[in-house]
C-alpha cells in the first residue's frame, strides 16, 4: 500500500506562508535548507506522517488564473481538522477569508485562497 508523504508547493514567501501554517493547522517545521543547484529555497512543514515541501525560487513568475481548467494544475489542498470553527476563526485572525461552506456526507467543509492563490480545503468528518 503507498500512502502520500509531501506535495511541493511554489509560494511567493516562504516564512509567511510557514508562519500562518503553524498558526492554522499546528503544523511544525520538519526540514528548511537550500534546494539542489541552489535554484531556491525550501520548508518542509507538516505533521510527523506528510507534510507540504514549500519552495520559493530565485526568481518568481507572477501566478497563472485559475487552474481548474489546465491540465496538471493544483485545483486546492484539502487538510482534515478536529474542529472546523475555531479552524475557520484561525483562518480569519491569519486574514484569510473562509467561503464555500458545505455541509456533506460524511462531514462540514469550507475554503479560502492563501496569499499565492491557493486554493485550500478545510474538512472535518467529527
Same mark, same amino acid.
Given at each position: 500500500?503507498?500512502?502520500?508523504?509531501?506535495?511541493?508547493?511554489?509560494?511567493?514567501?516562504?516564512?509567511?506562508?510557514?508562519?500562518?501554517?503553524?498558526?492554522?493547522?499546528?503544523?511544525?517545521?520538519?526540514?528548511?535548507?537550500?534546494?539542489?543547484?541552489?535554484?531556491?529555497?525550501?520548508?518542509?512543514?507538516?505533521?510527523?506522517?506528510?507534510?507540504?515541501?514549500?519552495?520559493?525560487? *530565485?526568481?518568481?513568475?507572477?501566478?497563472?488564473?485559475?487552474?481548474?481548467?489546465? *491540465?496538471?494544475?493544483?485545483?486546492?489542498?484539502?487538510?482534515?481538522?478536529?474542529?472546523?470553527?475555531?479552524?475557520?476563526? *484561525?483562518?480569519?485572525?491569519?486574514?484569510?477569508?473562509?467561503?464555500?461552506?458545505?455541509?456533506?456526507?460524511?462531514?462540514?467543509?469550507f475554503y479560502?485562497?492563501?496569499?499565492?492563490?491557493i486554493e485550500y480545503e478545510?474538512?472535518?468528518?467529527?
Amino acid at each position: 500500500m503507498a500512502q502520500l508523504e509531501h506535495v511541493n508547493l511554489t509560494v511567493s514567501d516562504l516564512h509567511r506562508t510557514a508562519a500562518w501554517m503553524k498558526q492554522i493547522f499546528g503544523w511544525k517545521v520538519r526540514w528548511e535548507g537550500e534546494v539542489l543547484g541552489g535554484a531556491g529555497h525550501t520548508i518542509h512543514i507538516g505533521t510527523e506522517d506528510a507534510y507540504l515541501a514549500i519552495y520559493t525560487p *530565485r526568481e518568481t513568475k507572477a501566478p497563472a488564473k485559475s487552474t481548474y481548467t489546465q *491540465r496538471g494544475g493544483l485545483n486546492h489542498v484539502g487538510v482534515t481538522v478536529d474542529d472546523i470553527d475555531s479552524c475557520e476563526e *484561525r483562518v480569519k485572525a491569519a486574514g484569510f477569508t473562509p467561503g464555500k461552506h458545505a455541509d456533506y456526507e460524511p462531514g462540514q467543509r469550507f475554503y479560502f485562497d492563501d496569499h499565492d492563490g491557493i486554493e485550500y480545503e478545510v474538512v472535518s468528518y467529527a
